[in-house]
């Protein structure tokens, strides 16, 4: 499955942004789709995560309550609605794929990613 995200750009703090992430090429709902980020000189590290079927979610710590993933399969499309942004927030965001039911939070569960988009939250 080939995957494009979109949606990134620069905002200030506490305003939100909403990132999309565009499917192609095998069937999008066999996939559990995931959502991380990757901060300069940082790991990248997991944000969310939506099963197959959209009824299970997962996400992280640092996010919960502000972010919101989920999916559309009828349009082979994954959202991540993020709200309450903070300057820590800043990162390359990552949209990913993977053969599993459940939503990982484990990059290393995925086996395709989209190129990424920046957000930038400005103080």
């Known amino acids: 499955v080939q995957l494009q995200a979109s949606g990134g750009g620069l905002v200030q703090a506490g305003d939100s942004l909403r990132l999309s992430c565009a499917a192609s090429?095998?069937?999008?709902?066999?996939?559990?789709m995931g959502w991380f980020r990757q901060a300069p000189g940082k790991e990248r590290e997991f944000v969310a995560a939506?099963?197959?079927?959209?009824?299970?979610?997962t996400s992280a710590d640092s996010v919960k309550g502000r972010f919101t993933i989920s999916r559309d399969n009828a349009k082979n499309m994954v959202s991540l609605q993020m709200n309450s942004l903070k300057p820590e927030d800043t990162a390359v965001y990552y949209c990913a794929a993977a053969l599993n039911p459940w939503p990982p939070a484990a990059a290393r569960s995925y086996a395709n990613w989209g190129q990424g988009t920046q957000v930038t939250v400005s103080s």
């Open positions: 090429g095998r069937t999008f709902s066999n996939y559990a």
């Open positions: 939506i099963s197959r079927s959209g009824g299970s979610t």
